[in-house]
């Protein structure tokens, strides 16, 4: 009798130790892949990109290029939700809600209203954003050296003063500068006030040619293209997707269109100083990396491009029958050739 409870007795101590093993192998969680067991979760990520254009798509392509070279790759340990806000408020807000209800670790908002859509969503989950030319004018941080709150990222400012004087050096002597930009984009209107300031100091006339859409950019270059000697128009994304039409007004009527994208510039615009969006997508990846490592994005200073070159358009100057100087050409990426 006594045998028989002692054997009892050790299947219930064997039976609770085989539950215990197995608790304690639940609760450990997943193993990395050094441990030899199942990777961990892999981390996610939203990237919101205002619209399909070359520079954004270079923009994104450079991010997840980089957030593999720091370690995060797409299918392994990264996942990655791509949403095309096809340049629509109504559709950036609702990718932005989807990333927040699917619980993403970094949402990354590529163009001001991308960023803008997605910071109305969310002030918890860390937003960066890429390619904002104005990020206190837009309304997503409260300075450049101390953004605040759940946002930073990466600006493609470049000023309007450093345009124009690359125009005087290729076509000397405007008087009048045509700005064609979109009312609805708060980079363009704080680029145009650059602009403004720069005519104001020079003894210059700035005539507005200002859109709300796309369509809207063939009536609106015509409306500038008997009125003044030069075309400006900031980084603009509305403009930017109307580059054919716009780029088919001037040239027919000789006007010198100065642009701020070198993809502007491959789409028909006469020059630009601007930057290299490979580089500005790295350095957003390297932002997004050191936020999933810890470091607040609030106190992460806001990085301006530095590294800027001239782009130019043979095609289009010979169209409108402008010789580059030497001096330009010297210095210059040419494009459409």
């Known amino acids: 009798m006594k045998m028989k409870t002692n054997m009892k007795q050790l299947l219930a101590v064997l039976m609770m ?25 892999p981390v996610k990520i939203g990237i919101l990109q205002l619209m399909e254009h070359p520079s954004l798509n270079t923009i994104r392509e450079s991010i997840i290029e980089g957030l ?3 370690g995060y790759t797409e299918g392994d340990n990264l996942e990655v939700d791509y949403q095309n806000g096809q340049n629509d408020m109504t559709v950036m807000k609702t990718a932005a809600q989807k990333f927040v209800e699917g619980g993403c670790d970094v949402i990354i908002a590529i163009a001001t209203p991308a960023a803008q859509a997605v910071l109305s969503e969310t002030t918890d989950i860390p937003i960066v954003f890429a390619a904002v030319t104005d990020p206190i004018g837009a309304g997503l941080v409260d300075s450049l050296e101390v953004p605040g709150g759940n946002v930073t990222g990466t600006s493609d400012e470049v000023s309007a003063e450093m345009i124009m004087n ?13 700005a064609l930009y979109s009312s609805g984009e708060d980079n363009s209107a704080s680029v145009i006030a650059n602009l403004k300031e720069y005519a104001a100091a020079n003894d210059l006339e700035v005539i507005e040619s200002a859109v709300t859409n796309s369509s809207e950019v063939q009536q609106a270059a015509q409306y500038l293209a008997d009125k003044v000697d ?29 642009v701020s994208a070198d993809s502007m510039v491959q789409d028909g615009g006469l020059a ?21 490592e810890g470091e607040n994005p609030g106190e992460m200073p806001v990085v301006k491009m530095s590294d800027m070159s001239v782009y130019i358009n043979q095609q289009t100057a010979d169209a409108i029958g ?16």
């Open 17 to 41: 130790l085989a539950l215990t093993l197995g608790l304690l192998a639940g609760c450990g969680g997943e193993k990395t892949a050094s441990e030899g067991g199942n990777e961990t979760k």
């Open 322 to 337: 402008v010789t580059f100087p030497q001096s330009v050409l010297d210095k210059a990426q040419v494009l459409g050739e």
């Open 272 to 292: 630009t100083y601007g930057i290299d969006y490979t580089v500005l997508g790295k350095e957003t990846s390297a932002m997004v990396a050191r936020i999933l």
């Open 230 to 258: 030069i075309v400006y128009s900031p980084i603009d994304n509305t403009v930017a997707s109307a580059m054919a039409v716009a780029t088919e007004v001037f040239n027919e009527q000789k006007i010198p269109f100065y």
């Open 68 to 70: 593999t070279e720091a």
């Open 166 to 178: 690359l125009a005087e050096e290729i076509t000397p002597g405007f008087q009048k500068i045509g």
